[in-house]
């Protein structure tokens, strides 16, 4: 790989780092410090407003509205993998703790879905979707994993809800249905009922607040609205100025909605999607530093209920830990809360591959480096083939110093004989930059993969304790020192040193001595698998390197002589 390649990729990653990061204004991290809950009785009901009452005849008559301060009793389901714990108020689920994903490093209590939340997720609202109807409903079956509530309202509305917990591959995901029973001898018109989907805490790797977001799956296309979607801003010169949200709606269809932070996902697929939805900020009251998050609700058309008439929402509330393959099983493109990027593609197939090398190994930094060591093999003939190509550019850089010379006042003569000259001697210039090119899309792959998955969260080596944040050993101040960044630096200075050198220029040349500051300072706060891997491959490029440096010129030229022969005779 010659230093012209290199500059050529490293100016590509740059702009690429660049862009993501003008997509993300930096926002405080702030975290929940609600403790888990060791029993029912330490949930708190949330602090607001009780509608008594839904539904009105269709020749439109007043509905009193009255606050109802009632007490929440809870009650729990529990599989292997979740425990859910539902309140009376609303019928809705008001956590969830996922038992297999502890809540800190080394830590015992689990992960907790819409821990210090307003109100219950899957709470209903008629009407508007601010007139949220926490009433408290009665139980009236239950089982370890079923549960069913039911609540009378004055207009003759009979509201039941259920809850199923599933088994094996489907631990994660809740079996929901909600029935609205006419039992007035009254057509009541319930309008539109919203289903609100709850709140995932934000994680310590997710400093951007990035993936702290409420989506949906428009059956073409998933939308994901973040807290910057709300903000008031003055856009890149003029362009693309908005003023603050209070809220934003959309009347689209819903093939699901999903709220998520950086390893975890909740994510609601109603059996008939909805016809819109409705998301706003929210200030999370009950924690310390009041965190500002991100809440959804689905919209969906109920109209009028004729006397006796019952009609059913139902669907599927997978929450859980953002893994691709279980969301993939879902079947309706859930996988793409993952949010892999254009590389998409590139990142399930490095993730599936992870996972297939981490089954036979049983450790993510381990797997990250063999991960690398592949990647680098399947490049290696590429590799070759560009080094022999500058090997080839470099003899060639006096004779195309004379063309220069010759027909400098003929461009079009010019470029003739230059890419005469290229074709006499079997050169192809752009074949130098082919392996930078692929390794791009490669390493943004990564970037987003290493990211977002679950499995990387708390998967330490070496002395990096959690390959999913920087490698932070020790700070000064408030300023981390973080060890592989620098130990990448170094590999990349390393690199440029053992490179073949196509003449340059000094402002290329001081383009190569300041590549490898930028680069620590983009990587730096990068998560330390993805800092690893490109450090590794450093370090293949430059053994790589040394060994076809061992090959003079002349050995390289008759190894390129010897496939162009080869050739010749096949064709012959």
């Known amino acids: 790989m010659d230093k012209k390649s290199s500059l050529i990729g490293a100016i590509c990653l740059l702009v690429a780092f660049f862009l993501m990061a003008w997509d993300s204004a930096p926002i405080p991290r702030n975290y929940p410090t609600t403790p888990t809950p060791e029993s029912v009785e330490h949930h708190r009901a949330p602090e607001v407003a009780s509608i008594d009452d839904v539904g009105v005849e269709v020749k439109p008559e007043p509905v009193e509205e009255k606050v109802v301060p009632k007490p929440a009793s809870f009650i729990h389901l529990e599989n292997d993998e979740i425990c859910v714990y539902l309140s009376s108020l609303g019928a809705g689920i008001q956590d969830v703790q996922i038992k297999q994903y502890p809540k800190k490093r080394k830590g015992t209590e689990p992960f907790v879905f819409n821990e210090s939340a307003p109100w219950p997720a899957l709470s209903l609202a008629f009407g508007q979707h601010d007139r949220w109807l926490l009433g408290n409903y009665t139980v009236t079956q239950r089982t370890p994993t079923r549960a069913i509530f039911q609540r009378r309202l004055k207009s003759g509305i009979v509201i039941e809800r259920e809850y199923r917990l599933s088994q094996g591959d489907n631990a994660y995901v809740i079996d929901t249905a909600t029935r609205l029973k006419n039992t007035s001898p009254k057509n009541l018109d319930l309008g539109d009922v919203f289903i609100h989907l709850g709140y995932f805490p934000t994680t310590e790797g997710d400093m951007m607040g990035e993936y702290l977001n409420f989506g949906y799956y428009d059956g073409k296309k998933a939308h994901f609205l973040t807290r910057n979607d709300f903000r008031a801003s003055s856009g890149f010169l003029g362009l693309g100025k908005a003023s603050a949200k209070n809220v934003i709606t959309g009347d689209d269809k819903v093939v699901w909605g999903s709220v998520k932070n950086q390893f975890f996902t909740g994510i609601y697929t109603p059996k008939t999607p909805g016809n819109g939805f409705v998301a706003l900020p929210k200030e999370l009251e009950n924690t310390t530093s009041h965190e500002e998050s991100v809440m959804g609700s689905l919209r969906f058309p109920v109209g009028v209920l004729q ?98 010379e010759k027909y400098r006042d003929n461009p079009q003569k010019l470029q003739a004989e230059t890419l005469k000259l290229f074709k006499d001697n079997r050169v192809n210039p752009a074949a130098g930059c082919l392996p930078v090119f692929i390794q791009i899309p490669i390493f943004l792959g990564l970037y987003f993969m290493l990211r977002t998955t679950a499995e990387m969260r708390f998967a330490s080596f070496l002395w990096i304790p959690d390959l999913s944040l920087p490698d932070t050993v020790v700070r000064i101040g408030a300023f981390p020192i973080n060890v592989l960044p620098l130990i990448m630096t170094a590999s990349m200075i390393w690199q440029m040193k053992v490179m073949p050198s196509v003449s340059v220029d000094g402002a290329q040349k001081w383009v190569f001595k300041l590549m490898p500051v930028l680069f620590l300072v983009f990587c730096y706060n990068f998560p330390a698998a993805l800092v690893l891997y490109w450090t590794v491959q450093n370090l293949l490029t430059i053994l790589q390197q040394m060994i076809l440096n061992k090959k003079n010129d002349e050995a390289l030229l008759l190894d390129d002589m010897g496939a162009v022969g080869t050739k010749k005779r096949k064709n012959f």
């Not at 969301?327 to 591959?353: C, E, P």
């Not at 990250?368 to 560009?386: F, S």
């Open 307 to 404: 006397s006796g008439q019952v009609k059913s929402l139902e669907g599927e509330f997978y929450i859980g830990p953002k893994d691709y393959v279980l969301l993939d099983r879902l079947g309706q493109a859930q996988d793409l809360v993952m949010q892999f990027g254009v590389f998409g593609f590139v990142s399930k197939m490095l993730l599936l591959l992870m996972k297939g090398i981490y089954t036979l190994i049983g450790n993510w930094g381990v797997t990250v480096i063999l991960l690398t060591v592949i990647v680098k093999l399947l490049l290696w003939p590429l590799t070759t083939a560009q080094v022999r190509s500058s090997r080839k550019m470099t003899r060639l850089q006096e004779p195309l110093k004379k063309l220069k």
